[in-house]
């Protein structure tokens, strides 16, 4: 008997005798056997029997074929999908399904039978077999990586690893000067992709690439390659060995010599800007002699360094490897550091200092040490503060000037150490008061500069030098120039810059600092060399300086024995170079 023919007398019944027919039954399909939930590219077995409703099968074979029906993702269906009956039961043992996903049934058919229609399964994701960037790192400005690089895990089949448990993890190469990736290194699968939110790298540098890994298979992948450029730069503040800079975009970097072990994400002397990785972001940081501090954009001040006189803040004269949490809970302005202190300003014009206090340089009416903030005496307010090496100085909204400490930087007309502020003599209106290392210098709110204190080197610039003591009060500057902005930090060299954006500096010169173009001492205003158009310009500590354009481009002159100069070369300059920024 033919299959057609097994089936039709399923369907129509057998014969009975005199001729007579028996009762018709109608035969149907059944899944005895439902498909389960597997994973892709697994083995699904289902059985699907021909048999009347008195539970007859046929004793002749019949062809039964499977095929899918709902297919929510539009998978393909593998295996062997006609299969013949054997006592009425057709048993498929290799179907599979390639793509992942819920709500697919199966159809089985037996022509003329009606189909019949299976229960819904799942098919989850294979085992996990290959890694790939879906999201590739771009080219970055110093700031965390955007959009996120997401890294994919996939089976066989290229189904996302939904049900892994795991993570993955990044290395970056090459590694040129010891650079690295920041942030999170290793993230979570979720659904079987890892979203890096906060990456960044340490440092400038071209044709970078990332390789991402797991444990939950040997392959690997590799992103494609990207270029690590920084700026715009929107602070610069030289120190004394050491360069400090924000972007504008945000995050700190910092090239030099690092202080009390901390200068970034590397250790030793970087000849280029390394990321500060430890420790919040910072909208400004300032360093000292064996200090550096960094303010947060919430006023929250961080100190780290050698911390011999209590100059880190926090309460202790233990050395910070990173920055740590100036004591007090003040919200400040402004921070700056003198060499051995710190001091800052608080929105409302008070002014804190701690760290040494040898020359009564805190302003607190003493000569003690102080490991945490004290007010400054006289209860004073203050629209903008300078710390220099021993002294400091301060003015008020008024345009009054304040300086004490060692005496040399004072100005009221002696050379006695002020353990509390004393009234820069003259009767001058100050827009700002710079502090030096035995100089001060400030400009009034007509643009002119003056400048009090020792003069050996010509860092008055008042068109000579002088031994001995200086000048006990304010003098002018030679020249007749009008200046926007006048910096002299802890050195003995003063900078000046023009409301054009001219830079001109003088003092001493031993390395460059000055930027002329030579290593002789000025005692009068002199061009910076190059004609570059400045936004800001900044003295360190230490013999060099820095500046910004208003693009926001960085350019060091001076002493480079540490790398403070951030172009690469560790040679001293005495012409503004660019600092390393690709």
Same mark, same amino acid.
């Given at each position: 008997?033919?299959?057609?023919?097994?089936?039709?007398?399923?369907?129509?019944?057998?014969?009975?005798?005199?001729?007579?027919?028996?009762?018709?039954?109608?035969?149907?399909?059944?899944?005895?056997?439902?498909?389960?939930?597997?994973?892709?590219?697994?083995?699904?077995?289902?059985?699907?029997?021909?048999?009347?409703?008195?539970?007859?099968?046929?004793?002749?074979?019949?062809?039964?074929?499977?095929?899918?029906?709902?297919?929510?993702?539009?998978?393909?269906?593998?295996?062997?999908?006609?299969?013949?009956?054997?006592?009425?039961?057709?048993?498929?043992?290799?179907?599979?399904?390639?793509?992942?996903?819920?709500?697919?049934?199966?159809?089985?058919?037996?022509?003329?039978?009606?189909?019949?229609?299976?229960?819904?399964?799942?098919?989850?994701?294979?085992?996990?077999?290959?890694?790939?960037?879906?999201?590739?790192?771009?080219?970055?400005?110093?700031?965390?990586?955007?959009?996120?690089?997401?890294?994919?895990?996939?089976?066989?089949?290229?189904?996302?690893?939904?049900?892994?448990?795991?993570?993955?993890?990044?290395?970056?190469?090459?590694?040129?000067?010891?650079?690295?990736?920041?942030?999170?290194?290793?993230?979570?699968?979720?659904?079987?992709?890892?979203?890096?939110?906060?990456?960044?790298?340490?440092?400038?540098?071209?044709?970078?690439?990332?390789?991402?890994?797991?444990?939950?298979?040997?392959?690997?992948?590799?992103?494609?390659?990207?270029?690590?450029?920084?700026?715009?730069?929107?602070?610069?503040?030289?120190?004394?060995?050491?360069?400090?800079?924000?972007?504008?975009?945000?995050?700190?970097?910092?090239?030099?010599?690092?202080?009390?072990?901390?200068?970034?994400?590397?250790?030793?002397?970087?000849?280029?800007?390394?990321?500060?990785?430890?420790g919040p972001d910072f909208v400004s940081v300032s360093g000292g002699y064996i200090a550096a501090c960094g303010l947060?954009?919430?006023?929250?001040?961080?100190?780290?360094?050698?911390?011999?006189?209590?100059?880190?803040?926090?309460?202790?004269?233990?050395?910070?490897?990173?920055?740590?949490?100036?004591?007090?809970?003040?919200?400040?302005?402004?921070?700056?550091?003198?060499?051995?202190?710190?001091?800052?300003?608080?929105?409302?014009?008070?002014?804190?200092?701690?760290?040494?206090?040898?020359?009564?340089?805190?302003?607190?009416?003493?000569?003690?040490?102080?490991?945490?903030?004290?007010?400054?005496?006289?209860?004073?307010?203050?629209?903008?503060?300078?710390?220099?090496?021993?002294?400091?100085?301060?003015?008020?909204?008024?345009?009054?000037?304040?300086?004490?400490?060692?005496?040399?930087?004072?100005?009221?007309?002696?050379?006695?150490?002020?353990?509390?502020?004393?009234?820069?003599?003259?009767?001058?209106?100050?827009?700002?008061?710079?502090?030096?290392?035995?100089?001060? *210098? /400030? %400009?009034?709110? &007509? $643009? #002119? +500069? !003056? @400048?009090?204190?020792?003069?050996?080197?010509? =860092?008055?610039?008042?068109?000579?030098?002088?031994?001995?003591?200086?000048?006990?009060?304010?003098?002018?500057?030679?020249?007749?120039?009008?200046?926007?902005?006048?910096?002299?930090?802890?050195?003995?060299?003063?900078?000046?810059?023009?409301?054009?954006?001219?830079?001109?500096?003088?003092?001493?010169?031993?390395?460059?600092?000055?930027?002329?173009?030579?290593?002789?001492?000025?005692?009068?205003?002199?061009?910076?060399?190059?004609?570059?158009?400045?936004?800001?310009?900044?003295?360190?500590?230490?013999?060099?300086? *820095? /500046? %910004?354009?208003? &693009? $926001? #481009? +960085? !350019? @060091?002159?001076?002493?480079?024995?540490?790398? =403070?100069?951030?172009?690469?070369?560790?040679?001293?300059?005495?012409?503004?170079?660019?600092?390393?920024?690709?």
């Amino acid at each position: 008997m033919s299959r057609a023919a097994t089936i039709l007398a399923l369907v129509l019944g057998p014969t009975l005798g005199c001729g007579g027919p028996a009762p018709a039954t109608q035969a149907q399909l059944v899944f005895v056997v439902q498909p389960a939930d597997a994973r892709s590219g697994a083995a699904i077995a289902v059985q699907v029997a021909v048999a009347d409703a008195a539970g007859r099968r046929p004793s002749s074979p019949a062809t039964v074929s499977i095929a899918l029906a709902a297919n929510p993702t539009g998978a393909t269906l593998s295996g062997t999908t006609s299969v013949d009956a054997v006592n009425g039961v057709a048993s498929f043992a290799d179907l599979s399904l390639d793509k992942a996903g819920s709500g697919y049934t199966l159809i089985a058919f037996v022509p003329p039978l009606p189909p019949v229609t299976s229960g819904a399964f799942a098919i989850s994701s294979g085992a996990p077999v290959a890694l790939a960037f879906t999201t590739q790192p771009t080219d970055s400005r110093g700031t965390a990586v955007t959009p996120a690089v997401q890294v994919t895990l996939r089976d066989a089949a290229g189904n996302l690893a939904a049900n892994a448990n795991g993570s993955v993890s990044l290395q970056l190469v090459p590694q040129p000067n010891g650079a690295a990736a920041v942030g999170t290194m290793a993230a979570k699968l979720v659904d079987g992709v890892a979203t890096f939110a906060d990456l960044r790298f340490d440092r400038p540098g071209q044709d970078y690439k990332l390789i991402a890994s797991t444990s939950l298979t040997s392959a690997t992948a590799t992103s494609n390659e990207f270029d690590v450029q920084l700026g715009p730069f929107a602070a610069i503040r030289p120190a004394s060995s050491q360069t400090w800079a924000t972007l504008s975009g945000g995050g700190s970097y910092s090239w030099g010599r690092p202080v009390g072990g901390f200068g970034g994400s590397g250790a030793g002397d970087n000849d280029i800007p390394v990321l500060i990785s430890s420790g919040p972001d910072f909208v400004s940081v300032s360093g000292g002699y064996i200090a550096a501090c960094g303010l947060t954009a919430a006023g929250a001040a961080y100190c780290w360094g050698i911390n011999l006189d209590g100059e880190v803040g926090d309460g202790t004269i233990t050395q910070r490897d990173v920055p740590t949490a100036v004591a007090g809970g003040l919200t400040f302005a402004s921070l700056t550091l003198g060499s051995y202190y710190a001091c800052g300003l608080t929105a409302s014009g008070a002014a804190y200092c701690w760290g040494d206090n040898s020359s009564g340089n805190l302003g607190d009416g003493t000569t003690t040490r102080r490991t945490s903030p004290v007010p400054v005496s006289g209860a004073l307010t203050f629209s903008s503060l300078n710390a220099g090496h021993t002294h400091a100085c301060g003015v008020t909204p008024g345009g009054a000037g304040y300086c004490w400490g060692y005496s040399l930087g004072v100005g009221d007309g002696t050379f006695t150490d002020r353990s509390a502020p004393a009234a820069v003599a003259g009767g001058l209106t100050f827009a700002s008061i710079v502090a030096g290392a035995y100089h001060s *210098c /400030g %400009l009034t709110t &007509a $643009g #002119a +500069a !003056y @400048c009090w204190g020792d003069n050996n080197r010509g =860092e008055l610039g008042a068109g000579f030098a002088s031994a001995g003591s200086g000048e006990s009060s304010p003098i002018a500057v030679a020249g007749g120039l009008t200046f926007a902005s006048i910096t002299a930090a802890s050195g003995s060299h003063t900078c000046a810059l023009t409301s054009a954006g001219a830079a001109y500096c003088w003092g001493q010169n031993d390395r460059g600092q000055l930027g002329v173009g030579d290593l002789t001492d000025r005692d009068a205003p002199t061009p910076v060399a190059g004609g570059i158009v400045f936004k800001s310009v900044a003295a360190g500590s230490g013999p060099h300086t *820095c /500046g %910004l354009t208003a &693009a $926001g #481009a +960085a !350019y @060091c002159w001076g002493a480079d024995e540490s790398g =403070e100069l951030g172009d690469g070369a560790m040679i001293d300059s005495p012409v503004p170079r660019p600092v390393v920024t690709q």
